[in-house]
């Protein structure tokens, strides 16, 4: 609360023209929901925060709707028929316009050399933008993308003027522009060697399926993640057939590698435990042949140590 505050004394300060502001947990009790935005963006729901939260998707939604505000436009990312009447039911009751992203704006013609994604993009079924190039090359950034479309769209509606060579523009400097990183990131070749930080199921799924689409003869895990989490809905979709560098993160929400390889194990997940992210790393790419592949993953801070 104390660092939410700090943050928007600062931008009053420097007087900013657009501030994007992230709800650090959930939304109803989190202190980023003071604010009465422009717009209100949920992406999609996933198990997360649980003991927080709820163990159901619907009650991790409710927790989510709450930044829909009166009279605020409010974008949903993907249709999820489990929890979609939620936002519906929420936005009718305070009377926001609400927009689901996926159900307008639709990528197809999709190509991934795993460096960048290139796109083209319908609007209702009609041709909106060709080639459209982003340098976060996860399959799962097309989500991304038709939700800030839809965002823009309700940004214009305002009076803002955002227009398709703005657009492109900044999709395809996105890295650039923000200094952002962890998404699906290469960090060498020969092994091929990514890190991603995607850490709640649906983030694990995407990543399963994108290293999917990669030939390689053997993948090395380096995993680590939090100890604040349940993991085990994690564990068990990750890929039994890879060799796992169990580690922890620097940092005291840290999970100990050691429950953590205990806890993989009962999921028929095989490896090592180390001592350090580092140490972990070192040894995934000391084990690895050039046909193979590492991954970097499991938590932020685990990738954030690599980086």
Request: overall charge negative; hydrophobic content about 40%.
């Amino acid at each position: 609360e104390m660092t939410v505050g700090l943050a928007f004394c600062y931008f009053k300060k420097e007087k900013v023209d657009i501030t994007v502001i992230e709800t650090g947990m959930g939304g109803r009790l989190d202190s980023t929901n003071l604010i009465t935005p422009e717009l209100s963006v949920i992406t999609n729901i996933s198990w997360d925060h649980m003991q927080f939260l709820g163990n159901t998707l619907p009650a991790i939604a409710t927790e989510k709707a709450a930044i829909i505000k009166p009279q605020i436009q409010a974008v949903i990312g993907e249709t999820q028929d489990e929890v979609s009447g939620i936002f519906i039911s929420r936005a009718k009751d305070v009377d926001a316009p609400l927009y689901f992203a996926d159900q307008k704006y639709v990528l197809q013609n999709i190509s991934n050399n795993h460096i960048s994604l290139t796109a083209d993009v319908y609007q209702d079924g009609h041709l909106f933008l060709e080639k459209l190039t982003s340098p976060l090359a996860g399959n799962y950034q097309s989500k991304n993308i038709s939700t800030v479309l839809q965002s823009i769209e309700c940004l214009n509606n305002l009076g803002y003027d955002i227009d398709n060579r703005i657009i492109q523009k900044g999709i395809s400097g996105v890295l650039e522009n923000t200094g952002l990183q962890g998404r699906w990131q290469i960090l060498s070749q020969n092994p091929l060697t990514i890190c991603d930080t995607g850490h709640n199921i649906a983030g694990i799924q995407f990543i399963i399926k994108q290293l999917q689409t990669i030939n390689y003869k053997r993948l090395h895990f380096v995993l680590g993640m939090v100890n604040d989490k349940d993991i085990s809905h994690v564990l068990s979709i990750l890929p039994k057939n890879a060799l796992y560098y169990f580690c922890k993160a620097d940092i005291p929400r840290g999970l100990d590698a050691d429950i953590l390889a205990r806890q993989a194990s009962e999921k028929g997940l095989q490896g090592h435990v180390y001592n350090s992210v580092q140490e972990a790393f070192a040894d995934a790419q000391k084990q690895a042949h050039a046909a193979d592949c590492i991954f970097i993953g499991g938590s932020t801070f685990t990738v954030s140590e690599i980086l």
